[in-house]
């Protein structure tokens, strides 16, 4: 009787359910297909309504703060939706209202808009001040600048160019090389030229090669897309009719650096007209200040990412999905936005890989330090001992890219030095460093007026492994570590060690400046392009293990890191040409992608993403001469390990995480079972008075170390900025 009552039970949670679903079904629903409804920019929104199937759609009124807009709208039977691309929102909350001929009075469905000017800010805080303009020298694909700028907001006219493929070879440069590009205007939009070349898109379409490029500003950034498109036998694209060569697919290019990336627009980006993108039928976009050279802050980069995608969508319609790709700084771009702000990227293919800017930071500081001390022949090491202790396969003294946290040295050279910083001379001057220029997510010190730092390395024990391992000395070990010394408030050099800032530790694992990975970035595919460059004559910052720490942040938040692949190639420029390891990995997130789209299942994300991941999409490493060796990635061991031998930092020898993500540690007392060596009398005296504090206890979490409060976080009641 029991086990009846029990079924009966479960037949009416069934029953219940399947009358939800198709109430559900049977209801007016209406959505944002542009953006977020909350985060609306430039005063329209291409909004889709969802019509019950017992309803006709010419009973449908639809009005936007009260004024008709049905007219808008266009009728899409197949889906049994009506979509319109609406203008004139007004600044701040707009109330968008569906009836139909059953409920004139009484809305059948609502939707709060939130609008924002185009020039920004969303989410990303007041703007910073001064914003050095880029338009003039800006080139479009014609040739031509973009002008001066219409406002102090760097804005300008959006402008369409189109440029097509010769079957001409373009004539060799000045310098007897080849020319760049074989692009040349179109200056007919009735008549293609003779030499028009053709090229065949994914979708096996064989179209003349003819790119339409619009040109404009959003968020302070100047920003590109381009795509196949013939306009002398289409019509101008729409939402509605989008170019028919176009695969439905975008394609996002972020771009690197870092240092000097701040108070400017930026007056170049990636290239978005490509063979193996546009020539394929791809669309691709990218902007100014998704250049981490122009802007180093991932905050801005993902409002800038989000405006210009708004953009393209209201252009020519949603894409299929959005995926991604891009190195070094490119790759702190594309990390954080999938993790903090789901829903902008749908795959990520990010290369020389960075978990964050804070892990790159971590890296370069610490390096720096250390070569500062090798440099004074310091209880003379061997080049051997030094590498150990920096954990490298190469010395590479980092203090050009440490200057990122000196505010006097990375100014873009248009900044008048009359506004500069300076500690003696002009306190109150534009700081030029990555904390002050992200003053609106770390907050001011009341005591400087400066940002918050999270920089900190009290109770480091460099070169740790190094000496358990015999490598360096004890009296080696202690010298090291009595002189490493650390970081001032300005980037300088001191004797001693650095303290970060407790808010800014909060505010950086809060807000998800350090990457946990167990928001967005569980749920999305993930191709990592590691070329490798640890072994390069003048070492680099781009180390292999980097890969590593972002795959042990999956594992740790996520249980699994089934969603990323790990493809390590050859040293830049050694591969032969006919082996593309970034083109492998563009055509296997399009299948893979592909695959998720068209899974309808109700399973979760993360299985959908591991059932639809391309078969021969596994681990593996090319060789010099193309081979690819199929073998899982790890950091020790296998054929790949011996090509390509895994490295790590000077944190990790000093026995942090591989992971990566410890800004600052907590401490505990001097123990003398963590070393594998005796020390003298003496030298545990020195060893207690060097650490009097304590030593980095690294089997506990950093300080203030804890998940982030949410995705989508915004940061527009900042304080203050510069």
Same mark, same amino acid.
């Given at each position: ?21 198709? %109430? ?114 800006? @080139? ?30 373009? *004539? ?39 790119? #339409? ?66 020539? @394929? ?97 310091? %209880? ?38 009359? #506004? ?25 010190? *009341?005591?400087?007026? +400066?940002?918050?730092? *999270? ?157 639809? @991941? ?36 000077? #944190? ?31 030298? @545990? ?29 915004? +940061? ?7």
């Amino acid at each position: 009787m029991k086990k009846a009552i029990t079924a009966l039970f479960a037949l009416a949670a069934l029953l219940a359910l399947d009358a939800t679903r198709a %109430a559900a079904a049977d209801a007016f629903r209406v959505a944002v297909l542009s953006s977020r409804p909350e985060t609306i920019t430039g005063g329209d929104a291409l909004v889709r309504v969802e019509v019950p199937q017992g309803a006709a759609f010419d009973t449908v009124v639809v009005t936007l703060n009260g004024r008709d807009v049905t007219a808008a709208f266009h009728a899409q039977p197949a889906s049994h939706t009506l979509t319109a691309a609406l203008t004139g929102l007004q600044l701040g909350e707009n109330a968008l209202q569906v009836f139909d001929a059953t409920s004139r009075t009484k809305p059948v469905a609502t939707l709060k808009l939130q609008n924002y000017p185009i020039s920004g800010p969303v989410f990303s805080g007041p703007h910073e001040q001064p914003s050095i303009c880029g338009t003039e020298e800006f @080139k479009l694909p014609d040739g031509t600048t973009l002008g001066p700028p219409l406002d102090a907001n760097c804005s300008v006219k959006t402008v369409v160019t189109y440029v097509y493929k010769s079957t001409t070879p373009p *004539p060799p440069a000045a310098n007897g090389r080849p020319a760049a590009s074989a692009f040349v205007p179109l200056r007919s939009l009735t008549t293609l030229p003779a030499d028009v070349a053709f090229t065949t898109t994914t979708l096996g379409k064989k179209v003349p090669y003819v790119v #339409r490029v619009e040109t404009g500003t959003v968020n302070r950034s100047i920003y590109q897309f381009a795509v196949l498109h013939d306009p002398t036998k289409e019509a101008q694209p729409t939402a509605f009719a989008p170019p028919a060569s176009w695969n439905n697919r975008l394609l996002y290019s972020f771009g690197g650096g870092c240092l000097g990336g701040w108070f400017k627009q930026g007056s170049s980006l990636a290239s978005v007209i490509s063979d193996t993108i546009v020539g @394929k039928g791809y669309a691709e976009a990218a902007a100014t200040l998704n250049v981490f050279g122009n802007n180093c802050n991932e905050v801005i980069a993902a409002e800038t990412m989000m405006m210009v995608k708004e953009r393209f969508i209201e252009a020519y319609g949603p894409p299929l999905f959005t995926m991604s790709r891009g190195g070094s700084g490119g790759a702190e771009q594309q990390i954080p936005i999938a993790d903090n702000y789901p829903g902008l990227l749908d795959g990520i293919m990010p290369s020389a890989t960075f978990s964050d800017v804070l892990a790159n930071a971590a890296l370069i500081l610490d390096a720096h330090l250390l070569n500062n001390y090798f440099a004074k022949g310091a %209880a003379n090491l061997t080049d051997r001992q030094k590498l150990a202790i920096e954990g490298t396969a190469r010395l590479k003294d980092f203090a050009g890219d440490a200057s990122r946290i000196n505010p006097e040295s990375s100014c873009p050279p248009s900044m008048p030095k009359e #506004r500069r910083y300076d500690p003696v001379s002009n306190r109150s001057g534009v700081r030029c460093d990555v904390f002050d220029h992200d003053v609106n997510i770390y907050g001011r010190d *009341p005591s400087t007026g +400066f940002a918050r730092r *999270p920089v900190d390395n009290t109770g480091v024990q460099y070169g740790l492994t190094a000496l358990n391992a015999g490598v360096i000395t004890p009296a080696q070990f202690l010298d090291l570590n009595g002189k490493i010394g650390g970081y001032d408030n300005d980037g300088n050099l001191v004797s001693q060690r650095a303290v970060a800032d407790p808010l800014a530790l909060r505010t950086a694992y809060r807000t998800g400046r350090v990457v946990n990975g167990g928001l967005g970035l569980g749920k999305l595919p993930i191709i990592d392009v590691r070329a490798y460059r640890d072994a390069l004559p003048a070492g680099d910052v781009h180390l292999k293990f980097h890969s590593f720490s972002l795959r042990e942040r999956l594992r740790k938040a996520n249980g699994t890191f089934a969603n990323e692949v790990l493809l390590v190639g050859a040293t830049p420029g050694e591969l032969p040409q006919a082996v593309s390891v970034d083109q492998y990995a563009i055509e296997k997130m399009d299948q893979w992608l592909t695959s998720v789209a068209t899974d309808s299942s109700a399973d979760l994300v993360i299985k959908k993403i591991e059932r639809a @991941k391309p078969a021969d999409l596994v681990d593996s490493c090319y060789t010099p001469s193309g081979e690819r060796i199929v073998e899982p990635q790890t950091r020790t061991g296998g054929k790949c390990n011996e090509l390509y031998p895994t490295f790590s930092s000077p #944190r990790i020898v000093a026995g942090g995480p591989i992971n990566n993500d410890v800004l600052k540690c907590q401490l505990k007392p001097v123990d003398e079972k963590d070393y594998k060596v005796a020390f003298t009398v003496a030298e @545990k005296t020195r060893l207690s008075t060097i650490f009097s504090q304590g030593v980095c206890d690294w089997s506990r979490p950093g300080v203030e170390q804890q998940v982030p409060t949410g995705t989508w976080q915004s +940061f527009s009641s900042a304080r203050a900025s510069n």
